[in-house]
Each structure stands twice: as C-alpha cells, then as structure tokens.
C-alpha cells in the first residue's frame, strides 16, 4: 500500500491544480453583497438552520429563482457559511465553490462549452483544497495520487479529477462541509452525469464521519434532482424573487444570525 505525506502531495498537484484553488469566495466580495443586510424567506432560513444544527452528515438543496437580486443574495449565504465555519470558535473544515465570471482557457487542448469548464473548475478547486485537509501522512489504497498529469484541463480528464476527490475524502477529516454555489453554472447534459457522481461520492463518505453539504441553484438541476431527496432534502427559494430592491418582505430571516453550531462526531 503506498504511502505519501501531505506535502509530497500538494508538491506534486502544485502545477496542475494550483490556479484552480481560489473558490469563487472574494468574487462574490468584491461584486459589493452586503453579507450582514442579506436576508431570505423565512421558511428557507429555517431549513438552512435545521441543515447547520443537525449533528449527522445531512445534504441541502435551495432552489433559488433565476433572478439576479436573489442570486446575489444566495451567494452571501455560501460566503457567509463558508465563512462562519472556517472562523468559528471551533472551525470546521470547509470546501466551497463559486463560479467565477470568467476562467482562462489556455493550455486545454479541447474546445469546451461554459458549463464543461465551470465543472472542472469545481472539481479541480474541490481537490485542491481537499487536499489542504489531508493528514500528514497517509497510506493509500488507490493509484489516484500518481494522476496528477492527466489533470491537463481537458473535458477527459474528469474521470480522473472525480476518482482524486474519491481518494481524498477516504482520508479527509472526521467532520466536512461543502457549499457548492451556482451548481447550475457548470450543468448541461455532457456535464450531469459527472455532477451526479460527485453528489454521489459526498453521499458515499465514512459514515463515521459527518459531511454537510450545501448546494446553491438559480432555477432546476437534473443532477441533484437525480441524487438527492427532493421531499426532505430540497427548500424552494423561489419566492425571493418577490423581494423588491433593498428591502426585504415581512417574514424574512437576516443571514447574519446564522452561526455554526460544534459538529465534533
């Protein structure tokens, strides 16, 4: 079984998933979102704070509407999540994902639509910063961390990039989160069956360990209709788009109360 330090990992991914580890957070800072104003219906402020509170690995899906405001207004949520559980009074480890509003397309030697290049993006991000989270030593059971090459940017190489991030949640920490923001930037239908699998290996974590995992759309998504409970495990955002510009309806919620509750298993 071989083995490897963290550091010989994060040495060797360094050229191919390095410009990939900014996840999208200071984007969405910089656009001007006013995290501690942002609010939301009340009823989606309360599935939010039932998916923080509960102390078991628990998947959620708020289902925006396609409406600019309450984009911007969902990805305070994602910055302001991600934000608390990284900077709480006991951090958890947490991976994101924004979709940036443009990404470089050299050095990829195929001809990609916006949605394949999104999907990289993500994948290759969420490995890069998995990888921040491994343990100084670890012994693995798979060949994925001797890839690294195969990560040329490639539509192909997605493959490769789902079975890395299966190996780095075999060894990931006893409790994660995941925020995935605007995951229907990165979907079409070359692009869903890979979400699907992404999903699925969240799904499939230790189940000694607790994975919370938070994914953010503007309007559907056959991927996470396609893994996910939509009975249990889906709120619908979409009466946000009835908020008139800077003031928020009777019955919402401020985002800025949210805080993350100790998930220690």
Known sequence: ?????????????????????????????KSGNSISRSSLPSEVAHKITK??????SSFLWVEGPIFTPAERQLSA??????????????????VSFTPKSTYSTEHTPDSKSRQEIVLIAMLYSIAAQLIQLLPQEIESTTN????????????ASIPTALDLIESLLAN???????????????????????????VELLKAYDPEHIVKALFITQGSS????????????????RRMA????????????????????????
């Open 222 to 237: 056959p991927a996470l209709a396609g893994t996910l409970d939509v009975l249990t495990e889906k709120i619908n955002a």
């Open 144 to 155: 994925s961390f001797d890839k690294f090459e195969k990560l040329d940017g490639s539509f």
């Open 77 to 94: 949520i994602a910055v302001l999540l991600c934000d608390s559980a990284l900077d709480g009074e006991n951090p958890i480890p947490c």
């Open 1 to 29: 079984m071989p083995s490897f330090t963290r550091a010989e990992i994060q040495k060797i991914s360094a050229p191919f998933l390095e410009q990939y580890f900014e996840d999208g957070r200071s984007e969405v800072l």
């Open 242 to 265: 009835q908020a008139k510009p800077g003031q928020a309806p009777k019955g919402w919620s401020s985002l800025g109360s949210m805080k993350i509750p100790d998930q220690t298993p």
């Open 51 to 56: 998916w923080i509170g509960t102390p078991s």
């Open 172 to 198: 990931g920490p006893p409790t994660l989160m995941v925020i995935i923001n605007r995951l229907q930037v990165a979907e079409c239908p070359s692009t869903t069956p890979h979400l699907k699998r992404f």
